[in-house]
């Protein structure tokens, strides 16, 4: 900090000029000048200048926010490590102490809802929004399959959107060596363009853990509903536990849990087809729903598209509050407090680890996977090439089939779709810098 100040009126006294002042300060606060107040009159002013401090904003300053013309495409992680943690480490570090310390004192830990097994008032009309969206998702997506072409590789999870597979090298399977990286394409169905991803659904998530030799006493739902139903989503055919008290615990242990309740009998349905949990599942969604009319396309593509994005902005609400757990090595994903005990991760350094799952807080993208695919053009145009894999753009395939089929895209998607590189040929590739 430098201290100046402008001249003023006023008899310096000698002590100043016998006993010279010491710089040897630290920092940018050597260079302060000591100057007896009694001696200075009214009139002399000191004025501070800081070289070391940020300027200070506006409070009611607002960052404009610039839209990116391109972004990079979405990273492909490791198999062979972990994936990283959406918190970072020192804060889970620094949490488990608060904790310890806790319990080594015997406080109780205190928790809000739904951390306690409540429910949150205010999130019950979104879950019920999310699973109503769900169902239109799962029906728009069937009968706009009937006419946008999908396919999918045999080997791996390449899924790409047009009337023939693409010419890119890049496919991952066991014996893409023998192919040179080259795909098998096959027909697509709708589990290649919304990916399931599975949870096992419990009556009460506070409960007993899974274990490895009762794994199949419980149901695999999808996540996503499982997440609605632990919201406050009631379905007859899976129920869940509603409590009135709250859950206590001491660091880990748990306290008090109102005891163990038995879960109720579900109900008899006679075919999954005819029940109405056919809706909420993509299991025979393609056979359930014949194609629509070529005027009802693109008011179906739309609709579609706006579901899709009401499910995203509703589980990214759902999970501020409520845990979901997913493997830092797989992909098995668990709604609730704590993950289960089910030995079936066979992936990175699996031994080590007797099967067991690495748990870790999820993401939104591991409940409901984008799957990106490369951006096509045309439906019918020439197929993609891996010497021009650079100009080409990715987006979710479900965002790409109902563009195809007259959906507006959101703007969100139009920065890594790449819409403003125009593709050269193959041969002005290799003049491009």
């Keep these: 900090m430098l201290l100046v100040s402008p001249p003023c009126r006023g008899v310096y006294p000698q ?126 997506l069937a009968q706009l399959l009937h006419i946008v072409p999908v396919f999918a590789c045999s080997e791996c999870a390449a899924v790409h959107v047009a009337s023939a597979g693409h010419n890119i090298r ?25 990916v399931p991803v599975e949870s096992y659904h419990m009556y009460d998530p506070f409960g007993r853990r899974i274990k490895h030799e009762s794994r199949f006493d ?34 880990k242990r748990v306290i008090d849990r109102g005891g163990y309740v038995k879960e109720p009998d579900k109900p008899c349905s006679s075919t999954l087809s005819s029940s109405p949990l056919a809706d909420l599942d993509t299991l025979g969604a393609c056979e359930r729903y014949p194609p629509p009319t070529p005027e009802k396309v693109p008011k179906i593509a739309q609709e579609t598209m706006n579901a899709y994005e009401k499910v995203r902005w509703g589980v990214t609400k759902l999970m501020r509050e409520y845990t979901v757990k997913a493997c830092g090595y797989c992909s098995e994903v668990h709604v609730g407090p704590w993950g289960h005990s089910v030995k079936l991760c066979g992936e990175f350094k699996h031994q080590w680890r007797d099967g067991k799952h690495g748990w870790q807080d999820a993401l939104v993208e591991e409940v409901l996977p984008p799957n990106y695919v490369w951006h096509v053009r045309d439906l019918k145009g020439t197929p993609l090439t891996g010497n021009l894999k650079r100009f080409y753009g990715k987006a979710p395939a479900l965002v790409e089939v109902c563009m195809h089929s007259g959906a507006r895209v959101p703007q969100c998607y139009k920065a890594m779709m790449r819409l403003d590189i125009i593709v050269p040929d193959s041969q002005e590739a290799d003049m491009v810098a």
């Design 218 to 251: 419980y149901e695999r739902i999808p996540a996503v509903v499982e997440l609605c139903v632990q919201a406050g989503v009631e379905i007859p055919e899976y129920p869940s536990r509603r409590r009135t008290q709250p859950v206590r615990m001491i660091g």
């Design 15 to 140: 002590s100043i000029a016998s006993n010279p002042i010491d710089f040897s300060a630290r920092g940018s606060y050597a260079l302060a000048f000591q100057i007896p107040r009694p001696i200075l009159k009214k009139e002399c002013s000191m004025r501070f200048v800081c070289f070391n401090q940020k300027p200070k904003q506006h409070p009611n300053f607002k960052k404009r926010h610039v839209s990116t013309q391109n972004v990079d495409l979405p990273p492909v992680l490791p198999k062979n490590k972990k994936k990283p943690y959406p918190i970072p480490f020192k804060q889970i570090q620094e949490a488990a102490k608060k904790d310890k310390k806790l319990a080594q004192m015997g406080i109780e830990k205190h928790l809000d809802p739904p951390k306690n097994g409540l429910l949150v008032p205010t999130l019950v009309p979104v879950a019920y929004e999310v699973i109503d969206n769900w169902k239109l998702l799962i029906k728009g």
């Design 170 to 194: 890049d496919c991952s399977g066991p014996t893409s060596s023998q192919r040179r990286g080259s795909h098998l394409w096959v027909k697509g169905t709708i589990n290649d363009v919304l």
